[in-house]
């Protein structure tokens, strides 16, 4: 058992510091980060990037401290519900593309992959969110009967260092807008070039491929 536990702490890991590298690449390309996390090297590898990611591995040493349940507790509080607000701001970034696509006259044809539940499932995906955080809320501030300063923040540290960077970027850019208007979101620059005809052609293909089949396997491809 502790040979499987190893093996997927290793599986997570590669896997958090190659995306969490890869992101940061992205952030510099878009301005959002130093320009040195932009760098690459011969081989493909974003050095800088990778080695901030393992730096940050470090803190695991904190769990030799006497404390280190109160260390573990804190640490986890900052990144606890960062989940949650990354899939909300998926779920209201795609909202928002669809809005902008309409509002250009454009329409899904042109992408090469959709949501298979659309915009609803986005509105819904945001909504639910939205209530896990107010009970989250409700939880963290009144474990008891009575309110709990730690223990709220012990849950929610997460959301005045969300705030601290968003503040931070507003400050560092000079750009107070908070959303773009959907008539002037760009949703052209850093697309994937793709011949539009040819990908009309090959969605008019797989949808009479998919209605030429059985109900069952309909649902299948719907899910899965």
Not at 191 to 197: G, I, K, N, Q
Request: hydrophobic content about 50%.
């Amino acid at each position: 058992m502790n040979v499987v536990i190893m093996i997927s702490v290793l599986s997570v890991g590669n896997t958090c510091v190659y995306s969490s590298s890869r992101v940061l690449v992205s952030l510099s390309e878009q301005g959002f980060a130093p320009r040195v996390f932009g760098y690459i090297d011969r081989e493909g590898r974003p050095l800088v990037g990778v080695c901030l990611c393992l730096a940050f591995g470090l803190l695991c040493y904190l769990s030799v401290l006497k404390n280190e349940s109160t260390v573990f507790t804190w640490l986890l509080s900052i990144s606890g519900l960062s989940s949650l607000f990354s899939w909300a701001s998926i779920c209201a970034s795609h909202f928002r593309f669809r809005l902008a696509l309409k509002a250009k006259g454009r329409s899904t044809d042109e992408l090469s992959f959709t949501s298979a539940v659309g915009t609803y499932g986005s509105c819904f995906g945001f909504g639910f969110i939205c209530v896990i955080f107010i009970l989250e809320f409700w939880v963290a501030l009144f474990p008891g009967s009575t309110a709990d300063a730690e223990n709220f923040f012990e849950t929610w540290l997460c959301v005045p260092v969300i705030i601290l960077f968003l503040v931070s970027y507003f400050v560092w850019k000079r750009k107070f807008v908070w959303l773009t208007p959907i008539k002037d979101i760009d949703i052209d620059s850093g697309r994937r070039v793709a011949d539009l005809d040819l990908l009309r052609q090959e969605l008019a293909e797989e949808r009479a491929y998919l209605a030429s089949k059985p109900f069952y396997y309909r649902m299948y491809r719907f899910w899965c």
